[in-house]
């Protein structure tokens, strides 16, 4: 039965992999970026056209006027040399079929001679001047023909070659004239259109080579690394470009093996943990037996036992407490404090007894504060705090060589409030702490300043501080030693609390 949850489990979690995967790859031409870029890039195109189209095709509508105001005056001379006063009507019919108009009118020295006329309209429904068209006129006037013209009576008329004086007026239907814009339109938009192919072709195989394949690459080994972040392989290689996707993508290959590094040392940690775990089941045991032995030891009347038994019960409660603070520093968190008023020298005294110098050590414990000071804080986790920062000093003491028995040994603990906070100050005349572990101060597994620590109390020490709202720091002195100052400030007091008190005082 089990087997076959399992199984069923791994092929869930085989399922929901590959659906991510598909859902993370783009489906189809259009469904990545290089697909949308092509779509955008031939809409571009085509816009910029239609830009273009608008004032050419107004160009091409002036054109053919005046071509059939050119053919138009070219007849009219020829006519106006003949000198007749009246053109045979077969002559006039050729004449209009030859410039596709319906009368032709010369203008000249201030009058003006209809040369040729066919069955003339009732009205007129537009007339254009084309001896100055502005720009805009000529678009307005062709988007009009286009859209709305075929089946209109036109008047156009200008001046033939240079000659201000002399003009030439015909009258035709705009019919051949919006069809020749409208095959002139196919034409264009034909055109359009395979300029907007083939320009979008050659920029999404341009920005594909440059941009997508790139892109693509980076959100390929992000997949791949999500999915086994702690196999090497799939960390990315990164290109040796200078642009911005290489240097992102050397961003990416940094990333990716420090969190590598992290993931890993997180599970050293956390096999470290179940392993102590383990480890501090069994030795509590150990440990329990070998303090009732000790217990009993201390009760033989024997100088030499007497003298021994106290070192045996403090190394005892080492183990003890370094395998405590291996394990507290494995769970996700510590406890909130628990907060009360609680006088501070009571505290310190039970640190200086747990610490249990020896008088022949010559090391000297200092308690420098008032009577009456009273600090805000969790008192159990206050205790682990200064107890951690003492029992380093003293074992950083114990440590000075014969050599230096002439040396002042002490280790001086003083407090006292500012307002609402309160400064505790752990002052010690050892021989310092090392560069290596000031640089990783703090830090678990690095910053222990003795061989053979592990650097585990001072960042316990760290966390239960800042659970308080407070702050501990190393603090620069010029003389030879390790000094720590701890503040805590007092719990901010709320309105309701403050007008209860204020009422009970009353």
Known sequence: MDSEQGRSAAKDGKAEKVGLSRLCRPTGIFGGLSGKLLILTIVFISLAEVLIFVPSVANMRLRWLEDRLSTAAAAAIAIDGLQTAELPRALQKETLMATGTRAIVLRKDGTSRLLATAEMPASVDDMYDLSDVSQPTAIKDALDTLLFGGNRIIRVFGPVGGDAGTGIEVVLKDTRLRNAMLAYSRSVFLVSILISLFTATLIFFAINRIMIRPIRRLTDSMQAYSD????????????????????????????????????????????????????????????????????????????????????????????????????????????????????????????????????????EFIEQLSADLEVDADGEQLFRVIHNLCRNAHQALVAISNAELDSIKRITVSAHRIGSVVSITVDDTGPGMPQKARENLFTAFRGSARSGGTGLGLAIARELVLAHGGTIALVEKPAAGTQFRIEIPDRPVSLDDYRSKSLQEI
């Open 228 to 363: 086994d972040p702690e196999d090497p392989g799939r960390i990315l290689v990164p290109d040796q470009g200078r642009d911005e996707l290489a240097v992102a993508g050397r961003h990416l290959a940094a990333m990716q093996t420090q969190l590598q590094k992290t993931l890993k040392q997180q599970k050293n940690l956390a096999a470290l943990g179940l392993a102590v775990s383990k480890i501090n089941h069994d030795m509590r045991n150990i440990l329990s037996a070998a303090q009732l032995m000790s217990d009993r030891l201390v009760d033989i009347d024997d100088p030499m036992v007497k003298r021994f038994a106290p070192k045996l019960l403090r190394t005892i409660d080492r183990a003890v407490g370094y395998t405590t603070e291996v394990l507290s520093y494995g769970q996700t968190s510590e406890s909130a404090p628990r907060r009360r008023k609680i006088r501070l020298i009571e505290l310190i005294a039970e640190v200086r007894d747990i610490l249990a110098i020896e008088p022949d050590s010559g090391i």
